[in-house]
């Protein structure tokens, strides 16, 4: 990999930058001041620092994010803030993308990376990975709403999903319920409560898989994966 690449990757800074970093002769290969920015070198054997600060080389990064409301799940948008723009700096320089879509009114659980294999595994249908709901209900879920979820509710443009499982936790005027679907299409919980003739009125995602949402993190807060949740991950991505 060329040098000037894997420091802007790190965020050290543009290439630009880093061409004016090595002039300053404040990087070092192994120990000597390297000028040359194409100099080809080997992040898994090479010591590259920086004014003395030693750079680890990462190629990925696997956040974990509790979703807030009034975000939508971008990278980029012209009219709306993205979740990318609750992410600091130190992690912007990956180019973290988010895995799947919750709306823009949807909390909850959240991968960013930017490993494009592993997000195919997730949410790929075919590869049946649970994604679990909390959802407030505006009226009573029956069991026959459970045995039609369980069947595969036909949406309103004659698609039917694949089968669901529906769990009431509290019945009434507002109902609470946990949801359990291996799709992610657009806006797929809510068009399936539309399809029994009722309205889902707060959502949050819990679980993708076995990747649970961390209760301690706050609406808006991320944070890295643990080392098995991380290897959870890594396992979907070795199936491939």
């Given at each position: 990999?060329?040098?000037?690449?894997?420091?802007?990757?790190?965020?050290?800074g543009s290439r630009k930058d880093v061409k004016?970093?090595?002039?300053?002769?404040?990087?070092?290969?192994?120990?000597?001041?390297?000028?040359d920015n194409a100099m080809k070198v080997d992040p898994e054997s090479d010591e590259i620092a920086v004014n003395g600060e030693i750079i680890r080389y990462r190629k990925y990064i696997y956040l974990m994010m509790n979703k807030a409301p009034?975000?939508?799940?971008?990278?980029?948008?012209?009219?709306?803030?993205?979740v990318i723009d609750l992410l600091g700096e130190d992690v912007r320089h990956?180019?973290?993308f988010p895995v799947g879509r919750l709306d823009k009114d949807t909390e909850g659980l959240?991968?960013?990376?930017?490993?494009?294999?592993?997000?195919?595994q997730l949410v790929s249908p075919k590869k049946n990975v649970g994604k679990t709901y909390f959802a407030r209900i505006d009226g009573n879920v029956s069991e026959a709403d459970i045995r039609t979820f369980r069947e595969g509710v036909v949406l309103e443009?004659?698609?039917?999903?694949?089968?669901?499982?529906?769990?009431?936790?509290?019945?009434?005027?507002t109902s609470e319920i946990e949801v359990t679907i291996t799709e992610g299409k657009f806006h797929q919980v809510k068009r399936m409560f539309e399809a029994v003739g009722k309205k889902v009125i707060?959502?949050?995602?819990?679980?993708m898989g076995e990747l649970?949402?961390?209760?301690?993190?706050?609406?808006?807060?991320?944070?890295?994966?643990?080392?098995?949740?991380?290897?959870?991950?890594l396992s979907l991505k070795s199936e491939a």
């Amino acid at each position: 990999m060329r040098l000037d690449k894997l420091l802007s990757n790190m965020g050290i800074g543009s290439r630009k930058d880093v061409k004016t970093l090595l002039k300053k002769k404040q990087v070092t290969v192994n120990g000597a001041v390297v000028k040359d920015n194409a100099m080809k070198v080997d992040p898994e054997s090479d010591e590259i620092a920086v004014n003395g600060e030693i750079i680890r080389y990462r190629k990925y990064i696997y956040l974990m994010m509790n979703k807030a409301p009034g975000y939508v799940s971008a990278t980029t948008d012209a009219r709306e803030k993205t979740v990318i723009d609750l992410l600091g700096e130190d992690v912007r320089h990956f180019n973290p993308f988010p895995v799947g879509r919750l709306d823009k009114d949807t909390e909850g659980l959240l991968l960013l990376t930017n490993d494009g294999d592993l997000a195919h595994q997730l949410v790929s249908p075919k590869k049946n990975v649970g994604k679990t709901y909390f959802a407030r209900i505006d009226g009573n879920v029956s069991e026959a709403d459970i045995r039609t979820f369980r069947e595969g509710v036909v949406l309103e443009d004659g698609y039917q999903a694949k089968p669901g499982e529906l769990v009431i936790l509290r019945n009434g005027e507002t109902s609470e319920i946990e949801v359990t679907i291996t799709e992610g299409k657009f806006h797929q919980v809510k068009r399936m409560f539309e399809a029994v003739g009722k309205k889902v009125i707060y959502l949050k995602r819990l679980s993708m898989g076995e990747l649970k949402l961390d209760n301690n993190l706050k609406l808006g807060n991320y944070r890295e994966l643990t080392e098995s949740e991380l290897a959870y991950c890594l396992s979907l991505k070795s199936e491939a």
